[in-house]
């Protein structure tokens, strides 16, 4: 196993910092994947570039976290790398889990490890809310209870079927990626593994997340997997069970 990490960021200069000092220690190669940010994140990320050995994809216009992602995820692959692991970048992910999700890839290096978040009271109870609505939606959509949370960035990916995936069947851009990946990953027989993970919310941090475009985006993207999840029907029934 080969693996790397990608961080997507958009105008979050200051905690991306942090992040990387906080990966520092795994020797890990890191992909940086700039979204269109704003000047301040730029020179952030040109100052972590000096001290550390980091690779910059740059986006010339903000696509959104999924188009980033993906930028990050072909760019692992075309590098060589057999596995990414996601780490956004506004600090909400415990980054002392990244070898829990490298010894969970290498355990079952076919699987997409799935970050499940054990929030603490910084958490918006809208977003916990939320979290378990899309967890009740994806349920149904894959005929499977294997992906308790599918809207945590924390994750380790199988930059194989991945990309397989990818050239196949556009994916959304933004904040339905998360999801949608999962979920078509999950149609095609591969393997979801959880691992529980602590996820926090920064006091004074932002969030890239727009409560009523992203809110939209993932409705539409649930009725359109819903719709997918009855044409493979017969499928998803007959396969084993996980």
Not at 85 to 90: F, H, I, K, N, T
Not at 136 to 153: H, K, N, Q, R, Y
Not at 192 to 206: H, K, S
Request: charged content about 20%; proline content about 7%; some cysteine.
């Amino acid at each position: 196993m080969k693996p790397c990490v990608v961080v997507p960021v958009y105008n979050h200069g200051t905690p991306l910092q942090a992040t990387i000092e906080r990966l520092a220690p795994f020797a890990l190669p890191v992909i940086v994947v700039d979204d269109g940010s704003d000047e301040a994140t730029k020179r952030a990320i040109e100052a972590i570039a000096r001290r550390r050995a980091i690779t910059v994809v740059t986006l010339a216009r903000n696509g959104g976290k999924g188009a980033a992602v993906m930028a990050g995820l072909r760019a692992a692959a075309a590098a060589g790398y057999t596995h990414a692991v996601q780490v956004d970048a506004d600090g909400q992910h415990d980054i002392d889990d990244v070898p829990k999700l490298l010894a969970a890839a290498r355990a079952e290096p076919d699987a997409l490890i799935c970050g499940t978040p054990l929030f603490d009271e910084s958490a918006p109870r809208s977003r916990v809310f939320g979290r378990r609505l899309t967890s009740f939606w994806v349920a149904i959509e894959t005929l499977s209870l294997s992906m308790p949370d599918t809207m945590c960035g924390f994750r380790a990916y199988p930059l194989a079927s991945v990309c397989a995936l990818l050239d196949s069947v556009s994916l959304g851009k933004r904040m339905d990626f998360d999801i949608e990946i999962a979920v078509r990953l999950r149609w095609r027989n591969v393997p979801i593994v959880p691992m529980p993970t602590r996820v926090i919310y920064p006091e004074g941090g932002t969030s890239n997340f727009r409560l009523v475009r992203d809110n939209g985006l993932i409705s539409k993207l649930h009725f359109k997997l819903v719709c997918g999840m009855l044409i493979r029907l017969p499928f998803l029934i007959g396969r084993s069970p996980a």
